[in-house]
């Protein structure tokens, strides 16, 4: 029983702590959370608790990097695209305990899709409050997304709940985006007066964030049936304005109606889960728009211009690699975290699906100019080509015929592994070979009067091992070294 006790330990030692890498891009990939039953939204309290809703029902926390067991909140939900949805963690949360969750509540024949306010207090979330209910909800097309926008406001999207005529009709609040105030009450600047809609013509949207500017960009899901397929859609979502559901979809126009700022044409993503990175953690995406994808199996990167109302450039990142993907979101952590969804009923389980994910940058690997290189650092057109990182590290580009085991008898000698003279004994070798030339140009540091050898020289060898200095700046340093007789080379 102990061997076999330990064995799953192991395992799930494995399964949590492994990661993949991915130099291209470079960042690596850790699991956080596995063996999930379809994980649908995220968010982090301010002390860093993370809460995630499994669509069946539950509401669980992580705290301290480890799963809870048991879920702080169960509810009985209605199935298919129903059930548990969005999550979202109140500003004020060290103040007031609120978190908002968005369900489908299960009432036979008449479901409906709500949003309530709970208190969290002893691992368990208690009803305090619903801030809306009456949503429509169906067996598909339930929306379910919920975030507080950079106004403090609650912003809310809703499906069509299978009904395309609802979209258009302001007495309904399905195939929506919907603005509150986190006590339920409406804001008084909302397009139409006394009501929560803030957007019509949706048919299931369900990713919504803002950029550094405050602009609202959605995902929505395109037509699957009368009206053809695909066409997903990205919004750039402006307060009182029509998206066109059911009237348009792609690039077709109607007087009064939005077009999608992209859509994905003949090809199906199923956008879900959206986000702006704002962290600097991955400086290379920073700014870039991120959308979870379900049919696409893939993350899609986005780089915006909207103040032109443009889309720069767009790509797929990870496909087919973790399978279908409910959201993204940047955790406290300034890190960017995903959700599968592979046991939902449309996927393909792997072992150990469904989890949470956590993208981190290899920026730790980082230990020569190529690294520097893969992982998007900026690069500097000098000779020789300097990288560098986002916390000031620099890489110099090698062009010299140096062999890699002086590269390593520098290292030693930096960290005083090896003697001066079999130091002295490798330079003068290379030197008598032509190997390492001193150009005319380089000029030696100021000579100082040390009794010993100056810790900053042994810092600069090795710094230059690891190509963190360039072969100009290392040749100042032998210069040195031979001007003050430090290493003795008998020519």
Known sequence: MKKLLLLVFFFSF?????????????????????NLTIPWSIDWSPNGTVFF????????????????????????????EGGMLGVAVDPNFLENQYIYVYYTEDQFLFPSNKVVRYVVSDAEAIEDKIIIENIPAGPFHDGGR????????????TGDAGNVDLSQDLNSYAGKILRINSDGTIPRDNPWPNSPIYSIGHRNPQGIDW???GNLVATEHGPSGWRGSAHDEINVILPGKNYGWPDVIGDESL????????HTGDETWAPSGSEFYDSDKIPQWSGKYFVATLRGSHLHMIDFDLKNNVVVSHEKLFENEFGRLRDVQTGPDGFLYLLTSNKDGRGLP????????????????????????KAGNIITESIPKKCTTKDGKQFFESSSNIPSWFKQTAKWWSMKHISDQTFSTAIEFLLEKNVIT??????????????ELPSWLRENTGNWSQNNLSDDEFSKNIMWMIENQFIKIDK
């Open 146 to 157: 919920i975030q507080f926008g950079p106004d403090q406001k609650l912003y809310i999207t």
């Open 53 to 80: 809703t499994e669509r069946h029902g539950n509401l669980r926390i992580i705290e301290d990097g480890v799963l809870a067991p048991n879920p702080i909140l169960s509810l009985n939900v209605a199935g298919v």
């Open 255 to 262: 007087e009064g109606l939005e077009n999608p700022i992209l």
């Open 14 to 34: 494995i399964s949590t702590a492994y990661a993949q890498e991915y130099p291209s891009l470079g960042v690596k990939v850790e699991t956080v959370a596995d």
């Open 350 to 373: 792997q072992p150990n699906d469904d989890k949470i994910l956590k993208i981190i940058p290899l920026e730790h690997n980082v230990n020569n100019f190529m690294d520097c290189l």
């Open 211 to 213: 950029d550094d500017s």
């Open 438 to 451: 001193i150009s005319s140009d380089i000029v030696a540091y100021d000579k100082i009067s040390e009794s």
